[in-house]
């Protein structure tokens, strides 16, 4: 299955384990909002409808009092009207959904009814007095009326709490339904999110990382990549591996093809270079100024080329595993002690101040091969730094103690390495433009394949305050080179 099938599924998932609970909880949302319309309506019918009730009563009091005392059929209307719109409010609370609290008053309703129609025949018949004694024996009815509508208002708060009740519910369940379902998003988004991880994200890591050994001059195709994948990343790892297959056969023709022409280019120099010194012994009489100075120059430009053949064929030994190692165990200060004197002629002649420390802590003694240490690596980097140096400036080499082993530091006041050369530095054929010096390229290359070979590392250090102010090199190596190191060499 394709990566971008896999995504979507993925994520059409994860859409449907939030929208199927989303919706749920939207419908009780609905169904919370018509609980709350509705009751709302029938609570506000059923309160007006009560005090609609409550005024009637008071009213049918009021006009029934005024008309035992003082007959006139205005007022014996109004009574008999009263009993009307009380039983219409009657009606308003059983429309409103509270028929059966309702059912009470309108049968104390109905007594009110019997009772003033009888006390309206006394009034009739003009006997007053009989009337009077009636309205007085109607008052406890008409108390009782009044406490039927306290029953209603209890049935109607009841209600209301029950509905109250049923909406803390909706709302409740809504809530739950909500919480669950980001709950289970969370965790499904944390399944995808590392099934993308496992995915996506590490072969594409470890893809990277193989590009960048592949930048670094390392072809060997690595074996965690995933190249028996069906997808666009299995496609991608397998185009990956020919091309580092490829560009490894490259670079191993390319090796032997250096060793073989370093090899070959030796013995046209050496003939060169026999010739001159022929030349100079048995015409040293004969050779006017001119010829022995382009018989000089013959001679320099051989020994440059005799060193820059030396330097390829010791690259291309490094890199085909055949560059053989001799590790003896040397002393710190006995170290430093040959390297000045192998360069301080060449500091006196420019007046360069070239000078050895050892700090306190460092370790007394490393194991090296002392020649190639001594010449290829910290030699290496003196050698650039007395060129960089300006006439009359200052070379340090200093050792201190480092983690398990011993870091040197070789910094001169030169004008330094501009930022956008320092990270390729020690790629092999690559010059920095530091000054107007020419080189191959390959010194610290050469040096930090040695220094490897010794377990250690080397890098471009930073300027520190109370640096010369020029390039800083730092070289660390154990104080005993690993077994597993030696054995690979």
Known sequence: MKVRDRLVMSYALVGITLAIPSLFAAARLGELRDLAVRERARHAEAALAMGSIETGLSEFDRFLRSYVAAPDSALRQSVFTSLVSLRGSARRIEDAGFGNAAEGFETDLAGLEVEARKLDSLVLEGQLGEATQAFLVLQPEINGAHEGLEAIARTIDARAAADFLRAEEISGSARAITLLAVLLGLALALVVTGWVHQVLWLPLHRMRDAFSEVADGNYAPPRNLPYGGGDEIGDLARSFRGMTQRLEDLDKMKTEFVGVASHEL????????????????????????????????????????????????????????????????????????????????????????????????????????????????????????????????????????????????????????????????????????????????????????????????????????????????????????????????
């Not at 018989?295 to 291309?316: C, F, H, N, W």
């Not at 200060?333 to 360069?343: F, M, S």
């Not at 050895?356 to 194991?367: A, G, Q, R």
């Not at 610290?444 to 220094?451: G, K, M």
Request: glycine content about 10%.
């Open 266 to 489: 030796k013995t046209p120099i050496n003939v060169i270079r026999g010739y001159t010194e022929l030349i100079e012994e048995e015409l040293e009489g004969d050779l006017t100024p001119n010829q022995r100075d382009i018989l000089d120059r013959i001679a320099e430009q051989t020994r440059s080329m005799s060193k820059m053949v030396s330097r390829l064929m010791d690259i291309s030994k490094l890199e085909s595993g055949r560059y053989e190692m001799e590790f003896e165990v040397v002393l710190v200060k006995d170290l430093l002690l040959g390297l000045v004197r192998a360069y301080e002629l060449l500091a006196n002649e420019r007046g360069i101040n070239l000078h050895t420390e050892i700090l306190p802590d460092t370790p007394d003694d490393v194991e090296v091969d002392v020649d190639l240490f001594r010449g290829e690596i910290l030699g290496n980097l003196i050698s650039n730094a007395l060129r960089f140096a300006p006439d009359g400036g200052e070379v340090r080499v200093q050792a201190q103690p480092g983690s398990e082993g011993v870091l040197f530091e070789v910094a001169d006041n030169g004008p330094g390495i501009p930022r956008k050369h320092r990270a390729h530095i020690f790629k092999k054929y690559y010059q920095a433009e530091r000054s107007q010096a020419v080189g191959s390229g390959l010194g610290l290359a050469i040096a930090r394949e040695l220094v490897e070979a010794h377990g250690g590392w080397i890098k471009l250090g930073e300027k520190t305050q109370g640096g010369l102010g020029g390039a800083v090199f730092d070289v660390w190596i154990p104080t005993r080179v690993p077994r597993k190191t030696k054995d690979a060499r």
